[in-house]
């Protein structure tokens, strides 16, 4: 029933309109705010911590609003427990915030079905979010009944929202790590010949059906996961500039040596492989063992 439902959300075609005016709005305000954008937009990734950021933020107002459902069916006319769960209502507005500005962020980068079902999680949290205003507008003026109604169509619209939710990162793979956990290849295997390989001129191979980005820098020879763990971009195809390359898809940047982040909007490093020369032939293997 769930996926009639998400399935119907992607045939909406009035999403792809009102997603494609709202993603270009979010990427103007970022670019036309030049490095001070791009600094926030790491924030908002998560790119600092290693770990997407939404995830975590959006679990408090969940958690607020879950509390306070729970306060309003057993207060029973104690005031105290009125005032806590108006304030959890507060507490999940506040918190809100800035979890509703890190899923525009990652959002911004999806398409086709996944920005969908992104923008129709977005249009019910701030459905969810007028609701419980509302509520505690009316709680405050003593209309209590009425503002418990609407927080409870509140949380059904979160809890309906959270779905979807879900189904971006479990489905769609949004907000996680593209290139997951590779085994293979513990031992060094024969890629390309080392003569194909030209200066700063980065390469697709393959070894044991991981695509690889081969590039020679400085007289050393370096192997990344060819997935950008941001949403799967192939970096073989991105710019490489002193020792660092540039994804083709959303611009994260990563230090070939190591792998590591140098610019956002990925959370997550890119794999990274040794590299040998062994009877002319490139051999690598995972750099991890
Ligand atoms: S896929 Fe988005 S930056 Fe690489």
């Known amino acids: 029933m769930f996926k009639k439902l998400v399935d119907a959300i992607d045939r909406q075609a009035w999403l792809d309109s009102l997603g494609d005016a709202i993603q270009q709005s979010i990427g103007k305000a970022f670019q036309s705010s030049g490095r001070i954008g791009k600094e926030t937009q790491n924030l908002l990734n998560g790119t ?32 105290s427990l009125a005032k ?44 969810s979010t007028a609701l419980y205003s509302l509520s505690l507008v009316l709680r405050s003026q003593g209309h209590r009944g009425a503002g418990k109604l609407l927080s409870t169509v509140g949380y059904a619209t979160v809890i309906a929202s959270s779905y979807l939710g879900g189904e971006l990162v479990m489905e769609y793979h949004s907000g996680v790590n593209w290139v997951g956990t590779l085994e293979e290849p513990k031992d060094f295997k024969p890629v390309i010949e080392e003569s194909k390989l030209e200066d700063n001129t980065p390469v697709c191979v393959t070894v044991d059906s991981v695509p690889l980005m081969l590039v020679r820098w400085q007289g050393n020879i370096y192997a990344l996961a060819n997935t950008c763990p941001h949403l799967g971009g192939p970096l073989c195809e991105g710019e490489f500039d002193s020792g660092i390359i540039t994804c083709p898809w959303h611009g994260s940047k990563f230090d070939v040596t190591d792998g590591s982040i140098i610019d956002g909007p990925t959370a997550y490093p890119a794999k990274r492989f040794q590299t040998r020369i062994s009877n002319g032939q490139v051999e690598v293997r995972l750099a991890e063992i």
């Open 48 to 79: 600092w911590l290693g770990h997407a950021l939404h995830p975590a933020l959006s679990d408090v107002p969940i958690g607020a609003w879950t509390t306070s459902i729970f306060l309003d069916m057993v207060e029973n006319g104690d005031h």
């Open 84 to 127: 806590a769960s108006d304030r959890a209502i507060l507490l999940g507005l506040l918190a809100s915030v800035p979890a509703s500005l890190s899923g525009l962020t990652d959002w911004q980068h999806l398409i086709d079905k996944p920005k969908r079902v992104g923008l129709m999680h977005g249009l019910l949290n701030l459905s």
